[in-house]
């Protein structure tokens, strides 16, 4: 029997080796009122998901002990954690690791680097599904937020690098265009899902910034 829950104590488990990467989707997942729980390698991963009961899984495919897939695979065949939906962020993009995590389970499959924006959005869809009692109105106004703010900052960047562009960086002028990709697919997500939501109370529309021209 599943734990009770109260809006704002749904939980998520980051596994991967990278500390930092762990870190960087962990303070944007708790700032969207998720709480996250993070492992290092498939092992502490079985063992948090089993004790924890976390309601996503967030994993990478190459992770020490043993990998992503036999990941899902050990969680599938245990009763306690065969419902969890497990989202792949993985650098590898190729085919085969595809398939294998698709096969595998997967619910989502991301590639590195991901926008830790396009990864709320994909938990919070995932959410949805799984739980109704999933604060929608207050989880769309936190989202709306977030992707608001990085608008500004790519907004920011943007006139910056056109400001600067005496040395001329092309590679970080690559990057900035591939944040904006990523950005832009991040908003297309927020606004599908939009159309899916029935229309904020009017607390919540109060807590959302004006558009910027």
């Known amino acids: 029997m599943a734990p009770s829950r109260s809006a704002g104590s749904f939980s998520v488990l980051i596994v991967d080796a990278s500390v930092e990467t762990r870190a960087t989707y962990a303070v944007a997942l708790t700032e969207a009122g998720f709480v996250v729980l993070q492992a290092g390698d498939g092992l502490d991963a079985l063992h948090s998901a089993a004790t924890s009961r976390p309601d996503v899984i967030v994993t990478d495919v190459p992770i020490p002990r043993i990998d992503g897939v036999t990941l899902m695979s050990c969680l599938q065949a245990d009763l306690r954690t065969a419902g969890i939906p497990v989202i792949v ?20 499959f991301l590639l590195k680097p991901c926008l830790p924006d396009v990864l709320v959005s994909e938990v919070s869809r995932l959410m949805d599904v799984a739980h109704p009692s999933y604060p929608l109105a207050v989880a769309r106004a936190l989202e709306h937020t977030r992707l608001h703010e990085c608008t500004t900052r790519l907004r920011q960047r943007h006139t910056a690098l056109h400001r600067d562009r005496a040395p001329f960086d092309v590679l970080d002028h690559h990057e900035h265009l591939e944040a904006l990709r990523k950005h ?22 109060s807590r959302i910034p004006p558009r910027s021209a």
Do not use: E, N
């Open 89 to 108: 962020v993985t650098g590898s993009g190729d085919a085969r690791t595809r398939a294998r995590a698709t096969s595998g389970g997967a619910a989502a």
């Open 184 to 205: 832009r697919a991040a908003l297309l997500t927020h606004k599908h899902r939009l159309r899916k939501t029935p229309p904020w109370p009017f607390d919540m529309r």
